[in-house]
């Protein structure tokens, strides 16, 4: 669609209706998702409906039908659930139902509908559209409408958004709900953990997941769990005997405790369930083990959205709309998902079929093909928890040595990194060695690192290594001493702008120090999100999360009280992603930023934006400014001219984040996500010290030994640290070009500022022939 297109499609909602609903089980991003829905079809001009508990209020019409305002889904983005209901409807299922449901949108003029629900909700949308036509015309024939009406109103538009938790729909990389619930999950083993290891307990935890172990999977892979049991794979014959085994050897190699995880629906291999209360009775009975049972239950589907959540639902919700404008007769019904973070429209139906095929593999016993259909990202989450979770007899040393450190601000899933990175090279045979403070450390010596040393460290917070900022060309001879010391055959850096230029200045070395002719790898970390060469850095999902939550208890702050706006403040250094991703996730009605330059004009403007807005129903505002988005329009500045040009319509306060973006435990995402990266890196080091291993040393000179492990678009990428020297702003410390700038038009028109629709990329169409192959991208 060309940039006119999308100017022409601005208004073409005047004079249309459209209605969303939300089906089936509630899932956290819900809400978010119904207000971007409400919020971009006012947008475009369209009368917006929100539909009251569902199908069934389709089916009942009356006030279950409003008409919505701009207003009508204020302040509920961080609102777990759904605010307009979700039930189970029978009478939908039947014709009769459907017809009263035509009916009820017929006579509000409504050819346009948005449901989110799972595929079973999404299934019962595609066969009212089917049956539209034929419905009206039963309708003409009762007499409760004219002919004229019918072929007014002759086709339904039919969009769904996947609502469910256990994110088990395919062609979507993630659907609402899903971080959410593994928010909520690992939050819980947290806590768990800590009273296990006081006693020395064994622990089963069961979560949600009936025909699916996504989240039992990811769990355990982000948790370091000692077993778990999914669904799409049974345990083979003789589980018990060496599961037992596995919770003894964990035991014996020092732990104080153990964590099993089961998914409601784990069966073994012919078919019978395994719950969770026979798996603790089996730990007692075999190891006489204090054992005790957690059955999370519907906690994993309350609570406040993630971060992830509340911009997933945004970004689904906002195309969603474009989508409902732009179909036609023709228009098959589509299902908005999202493909490398980018919302993409595929066939509702190619999409339910592909979902139903793992079912069917299941019930055929198809286990294998199950894990596969699942998906690549699932498939490749539950291949590495089982080369991670139990340490493996090494057949033979291989003589490489590997250093692994931290370098820059710490951030969270750096150990996660840490972790897996270790105990692959320990299962390839390599000698590993710990450096603290960074290319500080680095020049002063390493520590020898073994399997046990990095138990637990998924889970934890900041960097137990030890972190400097400190480059290495202050420290070149004594880095290089170390490397010949300890016969260093590879490097691993895991940080942020400092950990790749510091990379780049080694590369840059090695025609004066052979020694660093090795094979060097950048995991980028940093809460700023700004290597370049990756979509994201380890840190920034748990730093906005992390920033939401302020802003959530900010806003909250101001409950009861005069209307009031908030400045605040967020880090990222020159880099705009943090500020940007959470004044999405947090509903902000502007997020400065030093890549989308202002001006005093746009500040005044903002100003009397929202002072219109409070004059109205409105009884908050959040400004969120980037600490270096402009040297003279500081904070201290923005909030001053905001209490000054308020002044008897609002008062204002200003906040500082700071390092509280830095600290707390590891997101799912992250400990997820750096968990793979370690993994990746192990396997590309051992690809390139083979390569490059001559006369009894290893010599790599190349460009593509020194690299940026990045995550771009579906693809986990080693990108050579000189090619980006090219692609990078020095100065100010961040790529050229940013792929998440493409977020900010959909920021500015949900806070209903009259932004040039030119700038809004719409989604692609895809289709469907298995499900995508990524890493859980949108996480």
């Known amino acids: 669609m060309s940039s006119m297109d999308l100017e022409k499609l601005k208004m073409t909602g005047a ?22 829905v409400t919020r971009m079809g006012i947008y475009v001009g369209a009368k917006v409906y929100l539909v009251h508990e569902g199908y069934q209020g389709l089916v009942d019409g009356g006030d279950n039908i409003k008409l919505a305002n701009w207003h009508s889904v204020t302040n509920i983005i961080q609102q777990g659930g759904t605010m307009i209901g979700s039930a189970r409807c029978k009478a939908f299922t039947t014709r009769e139902g459907r017809l009263a449901a035509a009916f009820n949108l017929v006579k509000k003029g409504i050819t346009n509908l948005c449901v989110c629900g799972g595929d079973g909700s999404l299934t019962g949308a595609n066969i009212f559209r089917s049956e539209w036509s034929g419905l009206l015309e039963e309708l003409v024939q009762k007499g409760k409408i004219t002919d004229n009406l019918a072929k007014k109103h002759d086709h339904l538009n039919i969009v769904g958004l996947v609502g469910s938790i256990d994110n088990d729909f395919c062609g979507t990389d993630m659907t609402i709900g899903a971080d959410s619930a593994l928010h909520r999950i690992m939050e819980i083993i947290d806590a768990i953990l800590t009273t296990a290891q006081s006693h020395q307990r064994t622990f089963v935890l069961e979560v949600m997941g009936r025909h699916c172990g996504y989240l039992a999977l990811v769990s355990a892979l982000a948790s370091g769990a000692d077993w778990v049991f999914i669904p799409e794979s049974p345990p083979k014959e003789g589980w018990e005997d060496r599961m037992c085994a596995r919770l003894e050897g ?29 798996v603790k009775d089996l730990v007692v009975q075999r190891l006489g083990y204090d054992t005790r049972v957690t059955v999370l239950g519907h906690v994993q589907r309350g609570g406040t959205p993630s971060a992830f959540d509340r911009l997933l639902s945004s970004q689904l919700g906002v195309e969603a709309v474009i989508a409902l404008m732009e179909a036609s007769p023709d228009t098959p019904a589509c299902v908005i998902g999202l493909s490398s973070n980018h919302a993409v429209r595929l066939p509702l139906m190619e999409c339910v079929e592909m979902t139903k095929l793992v079912q069917t593999a299941m019930n055929e016993k198809r286990f294998d093909e199950a894990v596969k259909l699942r998906g690549g990202s699932f498939e490749n989450n ?9 340490q493996k007899q090494v057949q033979s040393e291989s003589n490489f040595s590997l250093a692994i450190l931290n370098v820059g601000a710490p951030a969270a899933g750096m150990n996660a990194a840490v972790r897996s990175a270790v105990r692959l090279a320990l299962i390839h045979g390599h000698k590993v060695y710990g450096v603290h403070d960074g290319f500080q450390g680095l020049a002063g010596g390493t520590v020898r690192m073994e399997w046990q040393n990095v138990a637990g460290w998924t889970g934890q917070g900041g960097s137990l290594l030890g ?34 230029e510091g990379v780049l200045q080694l590369f840059e070395g090695r025609s004066c120090y052979e020694e660093f002719c090795i094979p060097m790898c950048v995991i980028p970390a940093t809460i700023s999100n700004n290597v370049p060469g990756t979509y994201f850095s380890l840190g920034a999902d748990t730093a906005v999360n992390a920033a939401m939550e302020s802003c959530d208890k900010i806003k909250q702050s101001a409950t009861g009280t005069k209307r009031r706006v908030f400045v605040v403040e967020t880090m990222g250094g020159y880099c705009g992603y943090l500020a940007t991703t959470t004044g999405i996730a947090t509903g902000a009605d502007a997020a400065y930023i030093f890549e989308d330059p202002f001006n005093i004009h746009d500040l005044t403007t903002n100003v009397e ?63 997820n996500f750096g968990t793979k990266l370690g993994v990746r890196a192990i396997q590309w080091f051992s690809e390139r010290l083979t390569e490059n291993f001559r006369q009894g040393r290893v010599f790599a000179n190349s460009a593509d030994t020194a690299c940026v492990l990045g995550l771009n678009r579906k693809v986990i990428s080693f990108t050579p640290v000189t090619e980006l020297k090219a692609v990078t702003d020095f100065k100010h410390r961040m790529p050229k070009v940013q792929w998440w700038l493409k ?17 809004y990329v719409p989604g692609e ?11 859980d991208s949108g996480l």
Request: charged share 25%; glycine share 10%; net charge positive.
């Open 609 to 671: 934006h929202l002072a219109e807005k409070m004059k109205k129903d409105i009884q908050r505002g959040l400004v969120l400014r980037n600490e270096k988005c402009h040297e003279n329009y500081t904070t201290d500045f923005i909030h001053k001219l905001y209490s000054s040009e308020g002044e008897g319509i609002f008062d204002c306060r200003d906040n500082v984040l700071g390092h509280l973006q830095q600290g707390g435990a590891p997101s799912p995402f992250d400990r």
């Open 467 to 500: 972190t400097k900022r400190t480059l290495p060309k202050e420290h070149m001879e004594n880095i290089a001493d170390t490397i010949a010391k300890f016969n260093i055959s590879a490097l691993l850096v895991i940080g942020g702008f400092e950990g790749y």
């Open 743 to 759: 977020l900010r038009p959909m920021l500015k028109m949900l806070a209903k500022y009259q932004t040039s629709f030119c700038e």
């Open 250 to 278: 964990s035991r014996v190699t020092g732990s104080r405790l153990n964590i099993i995880i089961i998914a409601e629906g784990a069966i073994d291999m012919n078919g019978k369930p395994i719950s969770s209360k026979g």
């Open 382 to 390: 539950w291949n590495i928890y089982k080369l991670l979770a139990f």
């Open 15 to 36: 004079g249309r209706a459209m209605a969303v609903l939300t089906s089936g089980g509630d899932a956290q991003g819900m809400n978010a998702a119904v207000r971007a």
């Open 765 to 775: 169409i895809e289709h469907v022939t298995r499900r995508s192959i990524s890493i």
